[in-house]
């Protein structure tokens, strides 16, 4: 159930325009959502064909809205209504489809245990299988011809086969009965057929001689082709698991325990068992367990984990501290206000989880030529086989055998289905480390098709902590003004606002009996039942039939000239008071500015506030007037987009506050700067948690180095089979006599995919 406090009240109402009549502790209760999101653990699956399989039985059923399995970290992520659906259910179904799903509630230990077993068990097949193809690989090439050569190769194939690679038939039997295929499908069939064929012929060898041919065997082809695939599996693996590196590093963020004051003494607490509003100490040097505020002591916090931001940032009594950050040099006591998966360091590693588990635009092509891939070189094998017996004479069946076995070892599409995944999750896990959250892989796609970028200014050019520069009081500033004053601004989320009431703190007292109107774009109402007061711009004054002297004109005039922002406060028939407020840009904002405009992007900025006030903030960080849009409304912010988006751009919104969550859910990609509003950031696709607008600078980066990865692994996948199988089947044979050798397709095939891993481990070192 989600609560909203006064304040994210008032501006809810705010943004329809209705008055609202402001009371202490009033919560509204949304009703729960009908869907819930869950992830299982899927087991068997081996290839993209796994994947697709799995991914359409969970699409099937009653209830499901949405299903994605993801092969690289071998998760299913589904979106589901309880009351028709369960997870028991999708259990089953995954289940007589040929897999298995595990519903049980597992941490993230937990599975890190099942894969580390499942790793090393693969590895000690591995192993054994490529200590029996050793002799039998050398048997086969050098001593074939010594007695009971074949009756030796058999019986070191035969534990190779059926011991050491009986998951392949094992998975390989289970998809037949239910009327699917899959890699093991290929492997069990291409090694089955080997040895059954050899078995015959080391029993039977009459059949062959009394034909005048020689009765050859193939136990080594069947035995090196699943030692190359174990050893291809076992390398792959261990490559994926290098791909979740990112949430194993957020995760390890968190200490185990922390020190908790408990009835005036020092208890050394699990951090499990941590609640809301206890005193915890930290040490210099030591970790933060949960989020909370300083209530006593001061210290400098790295922040870099989460941010991004190399540079230590001091922290007082009453500023908050998040888990996983490390503190430096004081000690401190702060009370915790968020725990376990609520801190932001939980936030983070749930949304880089769901993140990573998402599939990209390009994930849906991959997937169709995945369903009908192996089918289809099912076809060609068999075309191969039969090419070779009616074309090739008295070796015809003998070498259509060994052509069709080794068509079908080398089409094994592995690499296909690791191609988009992997790079997906080395991409936002690389993005999370550096303080930029991808909400999903589309967004990691889109970005780098971006052409135009629209920024907000304050909060986002600026460092949107704007301060009170003077305060020019028309009227007697009496206490009673000052206290309505400082009560409308307090139930506005506008940073203007905060910037009054900062000004005003130690002034004035909050009242409880005002009624409060928002004019959206415009300004605030204040009713105190026997007057209205009103807080906003010039605009808004005029509309009132409030009329302002040729001096209060004037001075307007003059603060604007002098990049202030300006905020009349005015009762029903006079102006009361003129507010200058300043916000400075921030450092890294022009530098970031030029670095888009280089790459050949158009940036824009939009605000609020007067064109004059705006040109100047645009001319300190080098955009030119004619890209700047001044006095918008957050409606009018969202047409702006669709305008651009008319003219064929491509448009991201960077935004941080709530009137910006429209033209970030018009963008073709929103990014919501991360200390602005939770609405805006529960809008954007891309979250930048420091702030900084060289970030925007890195996601782009990453979006481009990301797809280019996609690219190269697709290309090499798709080229690997287009050459590898016309080969395999035996296409230069009638050129230059070349056949190529199951065991070398064998391995061929197995490097494939490792290379496809690595390659996107590489995303890692890439500079952005």
């Not at 390009?362 to 089918?375: E, L």
């Not at 916000?583 to 939009?606: F, H, N, P």
């Not at 607008?693 to 996948?717: E, G």
């Amino acid at each position: 159930m989600a609560t909203l406090n006064n304040k994210s009240l008032l501006n809810n109402n705010n943004s329809n325009n209705k008055s609202t009549s402001v009371k202490p502790n009033t919560n509204l209760v949304f009703a729960e959502s009908k869907a819930v999101k869950a992830e299982f653990p899927v087991t068997g699956m081996s290839c993209a064909s796994c994947v697709a399989h799995v991914q359409s039985t969970l699409a099937k059923q009653p209830g499901v809205t949405k299903a994605s399995v993801n092969l690289a970290n071998a998760t299913a992520y589904v979106e589901y209504i309880p009351n028709i659906s369960s997870p028991k259910k999708m259990k089953e179904a995954v289940q007589n489809s040929g897999y298995d799903l595990i519903i049980e509630e597992t941490d993230e230990q937990e599975l890190e245990d099942i894969r580390n077993k499942h790793l090393s068990d693969l590895k000690k097949n591995c192993i054994a299988s490529i200590a029996f193809s050793i002799p039998l690989v050398i048997i086969a090439m050098l001593f074939h011809t010594m007695p009971y050569a074949n009756y030796i190769m058999w019986a070191l194939s035969t534990p190779i086969v059926f011991v050491f690679g009986r998951q392949f038939f094992v998975s390989a039997w289970k998809q037949i009965k239910h009327r699917s295929t899959n890699m093991d499908t290929l492997v069990a069939l291409s090694t089955g057929t080997a040895y059954l064929f050899s078995v015959f012929n080391t029993i039977y060898p009459s059949f062959w001689i009394n034909k005048e041919l020689e009765p050859h065997v193939y136990f080594e082809v069947a035995g090196v082709v699943i030692a190359f695939v174990l050893l291809g599996k076992y390398l792959e693996d261990k490559a994926k698991q290098n791909t979740t590196s990112a949430i194993k590093q957020l995760i390890g963020l968190q200490p185990n325990t922390a020190i908790v004051v408990k009835n005036g003494k020092f208890e050394e607490t699990p951090i499990k068992s941590i609640q809301i509003g206890d005193e915890i100490v930290v040490k210099p040097g030591e970790k933060i367990a949960v989020d909370g505020k300083i209530v006593k002591g001061n210290s400098f916090v790295d922040e870099s984990m989460i941010n991004g931001e190399p540079l230590a940032v001091e922290k007082t009594e009453g500023n908050k501290v998040f888990a996983g950050t490390i503190n430096q040099t004081g000690s401190f006591h702060f009370v915790a206000e968020k725990v376990g998966k609520d801190t932001l360091l939980g936030q983070i590693i749930k949304m880089v989880q769901e993140a990573q588990g998402s599939q990209a635009p390009i994930q849906k092509t991959v997937d169709k030529i995945s369903s009908i891939f192996i089918p289809v070189i099912g076809i060609i094998a068999l075309i191969t086989f039969f090419s070779w017996f009616f074309l090739s004479g008295d070796n015809g069946f003998t070498q259509g055998l060994l052509s069709m076995v080794t068509v079908l070892v080398i089409a094994c599409p592995c690499a296909l289905g690791l191609a988009t995944p992997t790079a997906i999750m080395v991409g936002i896990g690389k993005g999370a480390t550096n303080g930029i959250l991808i909400k999903g892989a589309e967004a990691l796609e889109k970005a780098q098709k971006v052409t135009a970028i629209v920024l907000d200014k304050t909060g986002t050019i600026t460092e949107g902590r704007p301060h009170v520069t003077s305060m020019k009081w028309i009227a007697e500033p009496t206490k009673d003004l000052k206290d309505i004053l400082y009560t409308i601004e307090a139930y506005s989320e506008h940073p203007l606002a905060d910037a009054i009431k900062n000004y005003l703190e130690k002034q004035a007292t909050l009242l409880t009996q005002i009624r409060v109107t928002s004019l959206t774009g415009k300004g605030i109402v204040g009713d105190t039942g026997t007057e209205k007061y009103y807080i906003g711009n010039k605009k808004l004054l005029e509309e009132q039939g409030i009329s302002l002297s040729e001096t209060e004109l004037n001075y307007i005039e003059n603060e604007i000239n002098n990049s202030n922002s300006v905020v009349l406060f005015a009762s029903q028939t006079s102006l009361l008071s003129v507010i200058a407020i300043t916000d400075t840009v921030k450092e890294t904002s022009a530098d970031a500015i030029r670095k888009l405009q280089s790459w050949g992007l158009k940036v824009y900025m939009l605000t609020g506030d007067s064109k004059r006030s705006a040109n100047l903030i645009a001319k300190q960080v080098g955009i030119p007037e004619s890209y700047v849009k001044a006095g918008v409304l957050p409606a009018e912010k969202a047409t702006f987009i669709k305008e651009l988006q008319i003219n064929k751009e491509v448009v991201a919104m960077v935004g941080d506050g709530i009137n910006d969550s429209g033209a970030l859910a018009t963008a073709d990609v929103s990014i919501a700067m991360g200390k602005g509003s939770d609405i805006a950031m529960d809008v954007a696709q891309i979250t930048i948690i420091s702030s900084d607008l060289n970030k925007l600078c890195q996601a782009i980066k990453l979006s481009k180095a990301t797809v280019r990865t996609i690219k190269q692994n697709l290309f090499w996948a798709f080229i690997y089979n287009i050459i590898g199988v016309p080969i395999a089947a035996g296409i230069l044979y009638p050129i230059n006599g070349f056949l190529l050798n199951p065991m070398i397709a064998g391995a061929a095939m197995a490097l494939s995919s490792v290379s496809v891993v690595t390659n996107s481990l590489l995303l890692k070192l890439k500079k952005i």
